[in-house]
């Protein structure tokens, strides 16, 4: 575009940009890009919505009119909560280096919006010939409707192209995004529904053991929200090979309340209206169906109605279980010296999975800080990267190269029946699709464990049998400013208050297989104390301790603690 044209097209741009934010004033307070995007009390988000529809927009001009996703949902929390989260065009999370522009603008005042995109557009050297092309998609949320309006005007004002895609879980939006820019498959919601279905019927008829296998019915608590419409579908077009009772379908419930990933993992307790009759294999998704917890009763009661016999397998369970049933197929690929794998952690997961993945499964283990994009990134490092957050975000991502080979394999033995290795690679190319590459998915993971589960002929008992978790507790300690705590090694130390590690080693020294760690939290206003140690009474004393610690150096505020839960 000649110079002379780019002045205009800039201030047709802005003054479009003006109108838009003239009808969604800002609201008190700050606003802070964050894990998870934004998220509060969804009357303070219209301003922040409207205009995260104009930085997606831009995202996409920036990316030569890639299309690029604005997802309205607050996943796991209360119903009156919502946000607003952006997709790169890859499919995966923003960019950080565009974290920074998102909390900019969200809190800029009206004038300076203007100032704010005109610098993005300058310091991104956006072509303003380009036209952007964004996706919106929304949970069930009731406020997600009236938000969606500002986005998709936001958006408008700065030129691009929008489709709403409606009610989807966040990994359909992710997958969509991703496919849209990509020719290797169908964006739309039925592609990604026949893709996952397709790679499952195939896993089962690829199984060793002959396809003529019953697949255990599994009940699925859907939070409320809409993992439950997107099941229904998909157990539909599952039946009659795969059962799913669906549990929380969001008809009477509230979202996320007595149920969903979350409640199950924090309190350790049954989902509400879900009964778990002794070894029946279960699930709970989010609000937002991206991440997925694992549970079971196992018939002993202990006295705790809520929580009699309740044992949970959580996102380490996953990592554990799926890196090693694929790791299993890379080597009779013949795979292992060609293809790095690797699986990603944070240090949340519990110090027996880390154990077991290295010395029984024989894996590269590695840390990240919290939060899926970091897990992400390191996981592209690798050929395969097995990434999961403890809560239950995760999945398997097979790089190009990976993709390459196994491809090769399966057209050089197009008949799976002919050799072990000839099945591996057929069974590999299946999971690399029946697993989401672009985020962790709550309706691929299921189905990737139920088919490891099936293949190896386990129940969920074998599956947790694998190792004992340590005894381990999560805390939250609320105090005046908790940007003072800095961290460094994947969170695992802190650096300021100084002083703090230095107490925290040396409790941790003094306990069996103790370990311990403070954070701030990305997505509310507290630190995280997590603590493990050989036995109960051992982690209950490191855990106190340590929360004192950072009660006295680190400014705590309204009492010792506010929450915590055993894992
Ligand atoms: C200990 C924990 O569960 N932390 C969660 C939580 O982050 P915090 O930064 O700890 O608030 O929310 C994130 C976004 O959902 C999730 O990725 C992460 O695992
Ligand atoms: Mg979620």
């Known amino acids: 575009m000649a ?149 998709l005007e936001g958006a408008k004002a700065v030129g691009a192209h929008v489709e709403d895609l409606g009610v989807l879980t966040t990994p359909q939006l992710h997958y969509a995004v991703r496919y849209s820019n990509l020719n290797s498959k169908s964006s739309s919601l039925q592609g990604y529904m026949e893709n996952i279905v397709t790679a499952f019927r195939k896993l089962v008829e690829l199984n060793p053991k002959g396809s003529d296998v019953k697949i255990d019915p599994i009940k699925v608590d859907c939070a409320n929200g809409v993992g439950a419409i997107h099941l229904k579908h998909l157990a539909e077009m599952l039946s009659p090979l795969a059962e799913y009772r669906i549990y929380n379908d969001g008809t009477e419930g509230v979202l996320n309340e007595g149920c969903g990933a979350e409640h199950v993992k924090s309190l350790q307790v049954y989902p509400i209206g879900l009964d778990a009759a002794p070894n029946e294999h279960c699930c709970s998704l989010d609000g937002d169906a991206d991440r997925i917890m694992f549970f079971y009763n196992n018939g002993e009661t202990s006295g705790h109605a809520e929580g009699d016999g309740f044992k949970l397998l959580d996102g380490d369970r996953m990592a554990s279980l799926l890196a090693g049933f694929i790791h299993n197929f890379v080597l009779e690929a013949e795979l292992d010296k060609e293809l790095s794998m690797t699986v990603i952690q944070t240090a949340y997961a519990n110090g027996n999975s880390t154990s077991y993945l290295t010395g029984q499964l024989k894996l590269q283990v590695m840390c990240t800080s919290t939060g899926v994009k970091y897990l992400h990134a390191k996981a592209l490092e690798h050929d395969i990267g097995v990434y999961f957050e ?87 300690v609320r105090v005046r400013d908790r940007s003072i705590v800095k961290t460094t090694d994947a969170e695992r130390r802190c650096v300021s208050p100084p002083g703090l590690q230095d107490v925290i080693d040396r409790m941790v020294k003094e306990v069996s297989k103790g370990r311990a760690f403070v954070r701030p939290s990305g997505t509310e206003d507290i630190v995280r104390v ?33 929450h915590k839960s055993s894992k």
């Open 3 to 151: 110079s002379s044209e780019v002045e205009p097209a800039k201030t047709i741009l802005l003054t479009s940009v003006a109108n838009t934010i003239e009808r969604f004033p800002l609201r008190e307070g700050s606003f802070s890009y964050g894990t998870a995007g934004f998220r509060t009390l969804w009357e303070r988000l219209p301003s922040v919505v409207n205009r995260m529809g104009i930085l997606a927009a831009l995202r996409s001009r920036a990316k030569g009119g890639q299309g690029v996703g604005a997802v309205v949902t607050a996943s796991h929390n209360p119903i009156f909560d919502n946000g607003v989260k952006l997709v790169d065009p890859d499919g995966g999370m923003l960019s950080p280096a565009w974290e920074g522009y998102a909390t900019r603008l969200a809190n800029a005042s009206q004038y300076d919006v203007l100032l704010t995109v005109s610098d993005i557009i300058e310091r991104e050297h956006i072509d303003l010939s380009t036209v952007g092309k964004v996706f919106i998609a929304r949970d069930t949320r009731p406020s997600g409707e009236i938000l969606v309006d500002g986005l």
């Open 390 to 476: 403890a809560n239950g975000h995760g999945t398997v991502l097979f790089s190009d190269k990976a993709l390459q080979l196994i491809l090769a394999g399966v057209e050089s033995n197009p008949d799976p029946d002919s050799s072990k290795k000839a099945r591996s690679f057929h069974i590999l190319l299946q999971l690399s699709d029946l697993l989401n590459q672009a985020v962790g998915d709550a309706f691929s993971d299921m189905l990737a464990v139920q088919i490891a589960l099936l293949y190896r002929g386990w129940s969920y008992i074998d599956w947790i049998n694998c190792y004992s978790d340590l005894p381990n507790r999560l805390a939250k």
């Open 530 to 562: 997590y603590a493990e140690a050989e036995t109960n009474k051992l982690v209950d004393e490191l855990s106190n301790g340590v929360i004192a610690a950072v009660f006295e150096i680190a400014g705590g505020v309204d009492g010792k603690q506010t």
